[in-house]
T-cell receptor, first 111, second 114 residues
Framework: SQQGEEDPQALSIQEGENATMNCSYK?????LQWYRQNSGRGLVHLILIRSNEREKHSGRLRVTLDTSKKSSSLLITASRAADTASYFCATDADSNYQLIWGAGTKLIIKP | DAGVTQSPTHLIKTRGQQVTLRCSPKSGHDTVSWYQQALGQGPQFIFQYYEEEERQRGNFPDRFSGHQFPNYSSELNVNALLLGDSALYLCASSLVSVREETQYFGPGTRLLVL
């Protein structure tokens, strides 16, 4: 079974616009990570946010975490065609070694 | 510095056959995790290997087994293949001493069972 659920399942926006994706999870976590996957190939790590952090930035990425609501959001600003991919959240639960994943958001950036 | 590599990239098998997939971790990493990703789904954790032992296992049957070698590379074996085993199999490596365990993924092996 999957821990996280991403919302929306698919998102199509114009190049230059901002894209926001949300992730909800079920159990307590040690950290939450966002990954990108192009064309069903390997996953690329984007950003990690710890359970005691509320917001984190990396370049055009902004991640927030609300542990009371068990949710996170990923904002990509000034989107580019190269951002077209599927985005997944994955949680690392306390005293556990496995990452548990959501089903992903498919992002399409239209030129 | 080589990243995570996997072989083969694609594989076609028939039901009932056995398959072995291989993974070499990123240089300096000592932990290997395997994931199964069905089309349109997120990855599902199969198991993780550290110090040549299975450290954690997901909800997969015993038909799925693995091995880690002294050089930290790893194999995933699947016996008695079923049609439902068709998926992208991803290997990820990490460093156990880094608790946050950011994982680095290989390109995957796409398995088709006919």
């Amino acid at each position: 079974s999957q821990q996280g659920e991403e919302d929306p399942q698919a998102l199509s926006i114009q190049e230059g616009e901002n894209a926001t994706m949300n992730c909800s999870y079920k159990t307590s976590i040690n950290n939450l990570q966002w990954y990108r996957q192009n064309s069903g190939r390997g996953l690329v790590h984007l950003i990690l946010i710890r359970s005691n952090e509320r917001e984190k930035h990396s370049g055009r990425l902004r991640v927030t975490l609300d542990t009371s609501k068990k949710s996170s959001s990923l904002l990509i600003t000034a989107s580019r065609a190269a951002d077209t991919a599927s985005y997944f959240c994955a949680t690392d639960a306390d005293s556990n070694y496995q990452l548990i994943w959501g089903a992903g958001t498919k992002l399409i950036i239209k030129p | 510095d080589a990243g995570v590599t996997q072989s083969p990239t694609h594989l076609i098998k028939t039901r009932g056959q056995q398959v072995t997939l291989r993974c070499s971790p990123k240089s300096g990493h000592d932990t290997v995790s395997w994931y199964q990703q069905a089309l349109g789904q997120g990855p599902q954790f199969i198991f993780q290997y550290y110090e040549e032992e299975e450290r954690q296992r997901g909800n997969f049957p015993d038909r799925f087994s693995g091995h880690q070698f002294p050089n930290y590379s790893s194999e995933l074996n699947v016996n008695a293949l079923l049609l439902g085993d068709s998926a992208l199999y991803l290997c990820a490596s990490s460093l156990v001493s880094v608790r946050e365990e950011t994982q680095y993924f290989g390109p995957g092996t796409r398995l088709l069972v006919l």
